[in-house]
Nanobody, 124 residues
């Protein structure tokens, strides 16, 4: 599986952005997909994840109520809709995929495939 993330950019606080993660291969729908982010000087952190069928989602506390993860299996794409962006959301955002999660979904180490990252910058 190859992942291609895009949609980042420079926005102002309070604005919205939608990130996309396009997966190659016909088996992409069988993967759990997560979004992670890494701010300058900080460790990579979990943002959100979505189950294979899209019926189960999981969010970090810091983005609950503002971000929404979804997937379109027909397009092999997972989206991260980000609303009410804050300066602290500034980071490089990565999508990642794992076929069979072995531990809690927030654990980045179990994800087998990663996209190249897309930069989100939120100015105050």
């Amino acid at each position: 599986v190859q992942l291609q993330a895009c949609g980042g950019g420079l926005v102002q606080a309070g604005d919205s952005l939608r990130l996309s993660c396009a997966g190659s291969g016909r088996t992409f729908s069988t993967y759990v997909v997560g979004w992670f982010r890494q701010a300058p000087g900080k460790e990579r952190e979990f943002v959100a994840a979505i189950s294979r069928g899209g019926g189960v989602t999981n969010y970090a506390e810091s983005v609950k109520g503002r971000f929404t993860i979804s997937r379109d299996s027909a397009k092999n794409t997972v989206y991260l809709q980000m609303n009410t962006l804050k300066p602290e959301d500034t980071a490089v955002y990565y999508c990642a995929a794992v076929e069979r999660p072995r531990v809690e979904i927030q654990n980045a180490g179990q994800y087998d495939y990663w996209g190249q990252g897309t930069l989100v910058t939120v100015s105050s």
